[in-house]
Structures are given as structure tokens and as C-alpha cells.
Nanobody, 121 residues
Framework: QVQLQESGGGLVQAGGSLGLSCAAS????????WGWYRQAPGKQRELVAT???????HAADSLQGRFTISRDNAKNTVFLQMNSLKSEDTAVYYC???????????????WGQGTQVTVSS
């Protein structure tokens, strides 16, 4: 089994910055890709950004330029740097990882429990 633990959420004023991290632990051979999603109250979960083990990144169009995803393969950790935060960024942020537990098997998706980010206006 694999566990993902997010950290770094909290309360921040509009215009401020916040960094999230998510560490994976357990039976990990390799992490093929990471992702951050968010879910605001009353809304569907939406993609924030993804990054592959090779470093290729993708961010939601509406967030490009403000949110940056990165990863540390050696530490099995992914980061999300959020700048120029707005009240509409308030949500629970979830990390996800596509984890291969051995060299031959397929990767399986795992999710963290989520961390609350609240942006006050």
C-alpha cells in the first residue's frame, strides 16, 4: 500500500502565497506522475496541475502563471507553489500519484486526504 500525506495548507490573505507539499510512503518502486486537484464547496473536483517523473508539467489554463508544480523524485514528494492567491482559490487541495509498486506491474492511482486552503479577501 501507498500513503500520500499533504501538508502546508492554511489561511492566507488574498494576494499572498502558499506552498503545499505531498509525500508518498509505502511500497513504491517508482512514481510515474503526480497531480494536484482541488474541490471548492459545492463544486466538482478540478485539476490544478500535473507533473511526470521526467519533469513535464501541465497546469490548468486558468492557473498558469500563478501556480507551479514541482517534484523531488528522490524524496517521493511533490510541491505546489501558489502565488497571487484569490478568494476563489479557496478549496480542499488533494494530491494524487500514479505509483508502480514493482518493475513489471502497472501504476495505480493513490490520493491524499486533502488539505484546506482558505484565502481571505
Amino acid at each position: 500500500q501507498v500513503q500520500l500525506q499533504e501538508s502546508g495548507g492554511g489561511l492566507v490573505q488574498a494576494g499572498g502565497s502558499l506552498g503545499l507539499s505531498c509525500a508518498a510512503s509505502g511500497r513504491i518502486f517508482s512514481i510515474r506522475a503526480w497531480g494536484w486537484y482541488r474541490q471548492a464547496p459545492g463544486k466538482q473536483r478540478e485539476l490544478v496541475a500535473t507533473v511526470t517523473s521526467g519533469g513535464r508539467t501541465h497546469a490548468a489554463d486558468s492557473l498558469q502563471g500563478r501556480f507551479t508544480i514541482s517534484r523531488d523524485n528522490a524524496k517521493n514528494t511533490v510541491f505546489l507553489q501558489m502565488n497571487s492567491l484569490k478568494s476563489e482559490d479557496t478549496a480542499v487541495y488533494y494530491c494524487t500519484a500514479a505509483v508502480a509498486s514493482d518493475s513489471r506491474g502497472p501504476a495505480r492511482d493513490y490520493w491524499g486526504q486533502g488539505t484546506q486552503v482558505t484565502v481571505s479577501s
